[in-house]
């Protein structure tokens, strides 16, 4: 087969000599994938993890792998015709994500499981098994592109960018990305997805998307860490930016940066807002709303998916995402060593909070650009100081 005739995966050779494992979450969009290679004669393996005792979970609605999930994507694959498999990753989740969810909490910070299961769990462990099969990529139901340059394979948001992944894939590397392969990725909407379940009589097509952290069905972190923990959830005071005794709580765990909502505290005419949690002293600082706006902030253990190393960049205009509900923001990103950077906005972000994500996009077009994780904000350094970002002149808090 010549390199002008590849298959749809990118392989210079039939679907029918082409190995491809797809993980296979029991959701529609992985199952479409599966069945949508499948159909286009790909050799494919359905691999399902478990990742959590499941037991508890089988009719809970919205909770990506649990007991039911497992079922649908089982039946599914035998439906169908091609081989399923479901392995058994439960202590190995719970202590690579569930734990250091718990321990973030703990500690003040905002986690996101969901990068970290995907960093660690889906494309580390679940990759090399695909190797281990003698497969030529592991496929996945994730909306983002995967789009081959000449300087190399890129990661760029998904067509839909209601649907787009992005901020969840940005710790995916370049060697993971020669790997990978997203089909979904270049879809128009959801509902075409769903069209594709239909017309492949899938019994799954309205299925539900997953809303929840899978763990975390009722949404209830502070009762998880309760369990994990129970040390964790000290009492201690609620207090404003001077240190004024405001009320008092039942642990920091209870709260989030930007929280306004079931502070337990009264008699205030303006509202006040969670800006700062302190564990160490069990306090919750609040604020007004002015007080959650950040100019400026460190991130640390960046992946960088640019063409020049990010140790050889001075800085770098990019669009960044701080939170997967936000669209991105103007700023620059300028490397310091051992893989951190400092973030400095064009226009401030509210509640910016350590553990959170920092995704990199590029100015112009698609592409991501990598990110790195939110270690600390409003840097001391630069107080009263201010920079100049594209002629527009900031503070710097």
Known sequence: MSTNSKNSLGFDKKPENTRVVVAMSGGVDSSVVAVMLHEEGYEVIGITMQLYDHGAMVAKKGACCAGRDIHDARRIANE????????????????????????????????????????????????EMAKGLDADCLATGHYIQRIASKNGVELHRARDLSKDQSYFLFTTTREQLDYLRFPLGEMNSKSET????????????????????????????????????????????????????????????????????????????????????????????????????TFDFEISNVNWLGNKPFEDETSVNLDVKVRSTREP?????????????????LDPEPAVSPGQACVFYSQEGSRVMGGGWISRKNLNSLVNETISVQGKSLPIE
């Open 80 to 127: 169908i015709g091609f081989p399923h498999y479901v392995l058994d990753y439960e202590s190995y989740f719970k202590k690579q994500v569930i734990q250091e969810f718990v321990d973030s909490y703990t500690s003040g910070y905002t986690p996101i499981p969901c990068i970290r299961c995907n960093e660690r769990v889906k494309f580390r462990e679940l990759l």
């Open 194 to 293: 769903r069209e594709l379940a239909k017309k492949y009589g899938l019994s799954i097509a309205q299925k539900p998307d997953s809303q929840d952290i899978c763990f975390v069905p009722d949404g209830d972190y502070a009762k998880l860490v309760r369990q994990m923990n129970p040390q964790a959830l000290r009492p201690g005071n609620i207090v404003d930016q001077n240190g004024q005794i405001l009320g008092t709580h039942k642990g920091v765990s209870n709260y989030t940066i930007g929280q306004r909502r079931r502070l337990g505290i009264n008699g205030f005419t303006d509202p006040l807002y969670v800006i700062k949690l302190d564990p160490n002293k069990a306090e919750v600082v609040v604020g007004p709303r002015s007080a959650l706006d």
């Open 329 to 345: 923001t103007p700023a620059f990103v300028i490397p310091l060593e051992d893989k951190k950077a400092t973030i400095q906005l």
